[in-house]
């Protein structure tokens, strides 16, 4: 179980409070106000992406934030998870 830990590519490392992307890491504020702020500043900057600087890029990375504190968000970042797993596997599979 461990192992699967150390391999996690993408999601957010409920041991170390960090984003993963990849090899990319970010630490998380210890405050949950300060997380459910930058997750929702970065949701409304994704949703302005047409401007320069800002993109649509954010919007994800606003959900995932919002996913560690809220149960809504957490319960359909998993669903999208699975439906990907399983249609993942689906195509592998053919």
Excluded: C, Y
């Excluded at 949703?47 to 560690?68: D, T």
């Amino acid at each position: 179980m461990a192992a699967k830990k150390n391999n996690m590519h993408f999601g957010i490392d409920p041991r170390t409070r960090q984003i993963v992307i990849g090899s990319f890491r970010l630490k998380l504020p210890e405050s949950r106000w300060m997380r459910t702020l930058i997750g929702v500043l970065l949701v409304f900057g994704g949703l302005l992406g047409f401007l320069p600087v800002l993109g649509f890029w954010m919007v994800p990375l606003g959900l995932l934030v919002l996913s560690h504190d809220s149960h809504f968000v957490r319960r359909q970042r998993r669903r999208l998870a699975v439906w990907w797993a399983t249609r993942k596997a689906r195509r592998g599979a053919r």
